[in-house]
């Protein structure tokens, strides 16, 4: 079981180690994003939660740098990271998985983590690899095709995997339960359970199943249509009325 | 390294620096097709890592060679430098004019390759038109050839005949390394999943910008040295299409994947177009060399050399 | 000055009309097959050099040419999508050098049938003066531009209302939701090759008719055509015209104030000037991944 004996969500050694304020992302005319603050601290376990088309993996792009916010700050350890671009944020300490895992194609599953590790960090430590690889049960796959030879549950292993091998200070996790089955999401929820004091993260994650935020998060965050209408803790937020409201829509209201 | 292959490497080595001198060493004629022949390589093998390494397919060498032509010749002639260091600056020149064409690394497939096409255009005019520097249309004349180093003459067709190949494997040795490097093995993942390496932190357009560097380079480095082979320049040759059209049927033909391959595949196509295609259709024999790049781009795309290799590599497996 | 100015507008202008032609062709084709078929200047240049071998051994006006060219000229662009349609691996850019090759083989055969001595008509009807106003033009450049637009309109109005037409459009947006509709992607294709081949028939015959030719030119037509696509986007008949005209102008305008050496340079310049400023093109929406 996780160890909450920190109180709140500051923490000394911590501090806010990602901190949005006012992140805003429109495309066209659609406001996918509008004022969003949030922050996590570095050892924090928060979740994001939200109905479908809510803006969660628009945020998710925005943190890692995939889409430029319209507005707004977001700030990495007190650092403004809006300008840098996403393969310095993957440096600075920013690691992302993806909800249909884009493995590295052509490469082996320890290729692909050689290659993370040694770009996302700068050097190379094979020992590290190799432990890393056991943590995501991949060790049985190093040398296979990551993009031709693996299986669902092991192409989302190989996404965290990824990302932990480039030494990751924040962690964004996006559905990586989605489409297992259950044996396959049990030992992924050990695995994520274990993650952030194993390898010492903040970890943002998004997920829809409410158990598996329960288990994991001291904290979560609620979006409805690109604004953030909650954050507390599990039990504050799952009994707030707005955010039964977003889920079972204004006709059971 | 696999047993078989380091000795075909150690036997082809041995071939090209020992049993080829001795047997046609004086013999100008085998030589020159020699020289031509491995000058295409070194323009064949630059663009096949191009492709490879840096998953770009190019219409436009001709605009390094060129430029690499040129500038070694211009330093050589009106500056006083000496021929070795011209050369390496016309490498240098390519690199410069590959600066130009960074913008277009981020068009994909055929507007990268057209794009850069139309600066092989841009340069050859302006080589024409620029007179004052380069002779224009005239062209310039007398360019000094390679002299004597360690009491041996490396203007003669032998001495050519050897430093264009110590040259081409130098390259090959440079693209060997290079694909086994980490930059190597990332760039191998770029082809298909580029967001996926940036996302851990590659800098992919960095990446492929010094791939372009590497292959201009490499491709000016030997339009140089052309230059100071036939000591003889002009924009139409020096930019002319077949600097674009003899490396890529050579790179296919050999297998544009392997690093030998492109050099293999110079070797024979140059040969059996100037020994054969040359004899039976001496103003259109390229219509051969374009049949035979339409034929192998439908049935073996990998190129003639990979299918022979095919039964060797099915026992290695079995 | 302004008087050269205006004729270089207006020769410019009558030039657009035969790039359209050429440039729509090589459109068609990557709309529907994402497909660049390099060889597609070669196409253009047959029909011209066919119009020679109509003028020179027959004495009859290079306009007779152009039903011969049609059968010609189709016929190749209908090969061509043959072998484009063998390559089985990496299809966009083996296709590329493939009809690259094809590109070589054609001006090669061209280089070997009539030889390298630059070609354009003798017939004194064509280039005899037809003035409107202070503007003076050949009347074969008057000529072909009216056929130009006639084609253009009939193209416009045959792709927005047949069925052909339509099918065409649906192919070149969404391959798999066509198929779905019961539309067969290679029919399409195959029509958008034997259109490319018409529009290539009268540009090459229009070419020879008011300009000069010779069988290294095929490439540069190619990458005109390239350039006009570009500058308009894939995406309008009359952004590709008004695309066409604004090459046409801007190489006129060269050759008047600057030296017709540089015409090329210019229209070199144009293109990536808009590939770097402009990506999606002048007037429409040009497809480029990443």
């Not at chain 2, 080829?20 to 663009?47: C, E, F, K, R, T």
Request: some cysteine; glycine content about 10%.
């Amino acid at each position: 079981m996780l160890d909450f004996g920190r109180a709140g969500t500051l923490d000394p050694g911590g501090a806010s180690m990602l901190k949005l304020e006012g992140v805003s992302v429109r495309f066209g005319g659609l406001s996918a994003l509008s004022d969003v603050t949030l922050s996590v601290g570095s050892h924090e376990v928060v979740g994001l939660v939200g109905p479908n088309g809510a803006g969660k993996t628009t945020l998710f792009n925005a943190i890692s740098g995939l889409v430029k916010p319209t507005g707004g700050r977001i700030l990495f350890n007190e650092v403004d990271v809006m300008r840098t671009p996403l393969y310095r944020r993957a440096r600075l300490g920013i690691g992302r998985t993806f909800q249909i895992p884009q493995p590295m194609h052509e490469l082996s599953v320890r290729e692909n983590l050689l290659v993370a590790q040694r770009f996302g960090t700068g050097q190379v430590d094979r020992t590290r690899l190799d432990e890393i690889l056991d943590f995501t049960g991949l060790a049985g796959k190093a040398g296979c095709d990551a993009a031709t030879e693996l299986a669902l549950t092991e192409l989302k292993a190989l996404e965290v995997a990824k990302a932990l091998a480039t030494q990751p200070k924040l962690l964004l996790l996006d559905e990586v339960l989605a489409g297992l089955e259950t044996h396959g999401k049990r030992r992924f929820m050990t695995m994520l359970k274990e993650l952030h004091t194993a390898f010492s993260v903040g970890i943002l994650i998004i997920e829809h199943d409410i158990e598996t935020i329960n288990a994991l998060c001291e904290r979560v965050a609620v979006l409805n249509f690109g604004k953030l209408i909650a954050d507390g803790t599990p039990a504050q937020v799952f009994a707030d009325p707005a955010v039964i409201e977003s889920y079972t829509g204004a006709a059971h209201a | 390294m696999k047993t078989g292959h380091s000795g075909a490497l150690l036997g082809l080595l041995v071939l090209a620096y020992g049993v080829v001198p001795m047997l046609w060493g004086h013999d100008p004629y085998v030589m020159s097709l020699l020289v031509a022949a491995l000058i295409i390589g070194g323009v064949a093998l630059p663009w096949a890592l191009l492709g490879n390494l840096g998953g770009m397919v190019s219409f436009g060498h001709s605009a390094f060679f060129g430029v690499g032509a040129y500038t070694s010749a211009i330093l050589s002639m009106k500056c006083a430098v000496p021929v070795s260091a011209a050369i390496v600056l016309g490498g240098v020149g390519a690199w410069l004019a590959s600066l130009v064409m960074l913008p277009v690394l981020r068009l994909k497939g055929p507007y990268f390759a057209l794009a850069i096409l139309a600066y092989a255009r841009i340069f050859e005019i302006i080589a024409t038109e620029w007179s004052g520097l380069t002779g224009g249309s005239g062209g310039i004349s007398s360019i000094p050839t390679v002299p004597v180093a360690f009491g041996f003459d490396f203007g003669s067709k032998l001495g050519s005949y050897l430093l264009i190949l110590t040259i081409v494997l130098l390259f090959a040795c440079a693209y060997w390394a290079l694909r086994r490097s980490h930059y190597g093995i990332a760039l191998r993942a770029m082809r298909e999943s580029e967001d996926a390496t940036r996302v851990v932190g590659v800098n992919s357009t960095l990446l492929k910008s010094m791939m372009l560097f590497v292959s201009a380079f490499m491709t000016g480095i030997v339009g140089a040295f052309n230059a100071h082979y036939i000591n003889f320049l002009e924009p139409d040759y020096a930019f002319n299409g077949v600097w674009v059209m003899l490396p890529i049927v050579a790179a296919i033909f050999g297998g544009y994947r392997t690093i030998v391959g492109p050099l293999i595949g110079a070797v024979v196509v140059y040969l059996v177009d100037q020994l054969i295609f040359k004899s039976l259709l001496p103003s259109g024999h390229q219509l051969v060399l374009g049949a035979l790049l339409v034929a192998m781009i439908i049935f073996s795309p990998r190129g003639l050399l990979t299918l022979a290799q095919r039964p060797f590599r099915r026992r290695q497996h079995a | 000055m302004t008087e050269l100015i205006s004729q270089a507008l207006y020769s410019g202008l009558l030039q657009g009309g035969s790039y359209a032609l050429i440039a729509l062709g090589l459109a068609l084709v990557f709309g529907t097959m994402r497909v660049i078929n390099l060889a597609h200047g070669e196409l253009v240049l047959l029909a011209a050099y066919i119009a020679y071998t109509v003028e020179s051994s027959y004495g009859l006006n290079p306009i007779f040419a152009i039903p011969v060219a049609l059968v010609i000229v189709c016929l190749t662009s209908v090969a061509v999508y043959f072998l484009v349609g063998m390559v089985k691996v990496d299809r966009e850019l083996n296709s590329l050098i493939l009809t690259y090759g094809i590109g070589i083989m054609l001006s090669n055969a061209m280089l070997l049938i009539w030889k390298a001595d630059v070609r354009s008509s003798s017939s004194s009807w064509f280039q005899e003066a037809f003035v409107v106003g202070p503007l003076f033009s050949m009347r074969s450049e008057l000529l072909f531009f009216a056929i130009s637009v006639v084609i253009l309109v009939a193209l416009w109005w045959w792709l927005s209302r047949s069925w052909y037409g339509r099918a065409l459009r649906a192919v070149s947006s969404n391959r798999d939701a066509a198929k779905l509709m019961g539309i067969a992607p290679a029919y399409t294709e195959l029509v958008s090759f034997v259109v490319a081949g018409v529009l290539a028939s009268f540009a090459g015959v229009a070419l020879y008719s008011y300009g000069v030719i010779q069988p290294a030119y095929g490439n540069v037509l190619t990458v005109k055509a390239f350039i006009i696509t570009v500058l308009a986007g894939v995406g309008s008949i009359p952004g590709v015209l008004l695309g066409a005209i604004l090459l046409g102008v801007a190489e006129a305008l060269t050759v008047t104030l600057a030296s017709s050496a540089l015409q090329e340079l210019v229209g070199m310049m144009l293109f990536l000037l808009v590939l770097f400023v402009m990506p999606s093109g002048l007037f429409g929406a040009v497809r480029r991944r990443g």
